[in-house]
């Protein structure tokens, strides 16, 4: 049986980015993403996030996620589709 995801969400001093923490290892290293294209083009689970309209950037590693957010969407859009997405990808 496999384990359940959880996640918890940090904010940080930039509105703009907030971490989420995972109880499920999403990178064995550090893995940056500064554009669509470039995560598209990365690992399964960056191209799951950058779909999520308003995630602008990411970044996998270790048993967390940050995401750089667009200004013009809210982390009340954004946070509950990339729990989802999370708990998602670790079902397949």
């Known amino acids: 049986m496999k384990e359940n995801t959880r996640t918890e969400i940090e904010s940080t001093a930039d509105p703009l980015v907030a971490i989420f923490h995972t109880n499920r290892e999403v990178s064995d ?37 940050t995401i750089t957010r667009d200004a013009s969407a809210t982390w009340d859009d954004i946070a509950l589709q990339v729990i989802e997405a999370v708990k998602d990808f670790f079902l397949l």
Do not use: F, K, W
């Open 29 to 65: 290293e550090r893995e940056v993403y500064r554009t669509r294209e470039a995560a598209l083009d990365g690992t399964p689970l960056a191209a799951l996030l950058i779909e999520i309209e308003g995630v602008l950037a990411l970044e996998l590693n270790g048993n967390d996620i």
